[in-house]
DNA sequence: TTCTAAGCTTAGAATCATTATAATTTCATT
DNA sequence: AATGAAATTATAATGATTCTAAGCTTAGAA
């Protein structure tokens, strides 16, 4: 899936961000990779595209993407932010195993008990963690030996 | 409220660990002060009971406690590693004004969609952000002037 | 096409949260 | 009291993230 830079640039000027090659190739990545990246993934990658990328621009890109509410900022675990462009609600589950992400459906709504009535939610997050299928199905095959 | 330093003590040996004074003068801190401090805020609180503790101490000792289920670790956000004495499952909610975290009853098990239904899950969180009522009203007094 | 001011990127320093280390102290048992 | 294991300590080290100042890029004006 080949996301088109041309509305990437539209999305970010909507949004009075200039979009500057950097930005626009940062965002294709979290499109063409919704894996949940760190900034460390993201910068690894981008900087085969782009040899004089530096680090702090993708700190700071993400930023301003975060702000703008155009990608959405994890914090599954500590010191591990991780970056997603599907801004809609949906959970997390990391494997404790593989460390991979999936997401999940989630309808958060309809468990949020009448105590934050009275709170105005701007941000919902709700993560698992555990073992995946695949981990799980190791294990098994591995009781197996 | 003070808690039973008894109890604490008999709830580490149980869990085969060693009730030195350093860890349960930290349990005790977080069973009276069960508003999710940081590592900072609980070393800061101890040091002027235990001039020596030495910051390394406490990180310690809340790892010890979290592998032992005795505490939840909680990332809101990242760079900001928070502790809960209370380990049964429920919601936490961060005010983006004062940064008071507030918790809240939630019945994840409910709603968990079939998605996850081949997944072994040994922890749930859901993390909420916005503004909290006291906010809230000091807004609402400030758009009156 | 050139100029301009604002904003962005860069490279590396700085900060900060957390972990590692080795020496010392404390703990529980004998 | 002695002992060995574990914990604590003080500080260095690590790694994530932010800051900084200089230089570059951008979009639009001239």
Same mark, same amino acid.
């Given at each position: 899936?080949?996301?088109?830079?041309?509305s990437?640039v539209?999305?970010?000027?909507?949004?009075?961000?200039?979009?500057?090659?950097?930005?626009?190739?940062?965002?294709?990545?979290?499109?063409?990779?919704?894996?949940?990246?760190?900034?460390?993934?993201?910068?690894?990658?981008?900087?085969q595209?782009?040899?004089?990328?530096?680090?702090?621009?993708?700190y700071?890109?993400?930023?301003?993407?975060?702000?703008?509410?155009? /990608?959405? #900022?994890?914090?599954?675990?500590?010191? %591990?932010? +991780?970056?997603?462009?599907? *801004? $809609?609600?949906?959970?997390? &589950?990391?494997?404790?195993?593989?460390?991979?992400?999936y997401?999940?459906? /989630?309808? #958060?709504?309809?468990?949020?008990?009448? %105590?934050? +009535?009275?709170f105005?939610? *701007? $941000?919902?997050?709700?993560? &698992?963690?555990?073992?995946?299928?695949?981990c799980l199905?190791?294990?098994?095959?591995?009781?197996?030996?």
């Amino acid at each position: 899936m080949m996301a088109a830079i041309d509305s990437i640039v539209n999305e970010l000027a909507r949004r009075n961000i200039t979009p500057s090659h950097q930005r626009v190739m940062i965002m294709k990545y979290l499109v063409e990779n919704q894996c949940h990246p760190t900034v460390d993934q993201i910068f690894s990658a981008l900087r085969q595209q782009i040899p004089t990328l530096s680090k702090a621009t993708v700190y700071n890109t993400l930023n301003v993407l975060a702000e703008a509410q155009l /990608v959405r #900022v994890l914090s599954i675990e500590d010191n %591990e932010t +991780r970056y997603d462009i599907t *801004t $809609e609600t949906h959970g997390h &589950f990391k494997c404790s195993s593989c460390g991979r992400i999936y997401n999940f459906a /989630v309808d #958060v709504d309809r468990f949020v008990s009448g %105590e934050l +009535r009275d709170f105005r939610i *701007t $941000e919902k997050n709700v993560y &698992f963690s555990g073992i995946c299928p695949t981990c799980l199905g190791k294990a098994e095959k591995e009781k197996r030996r």
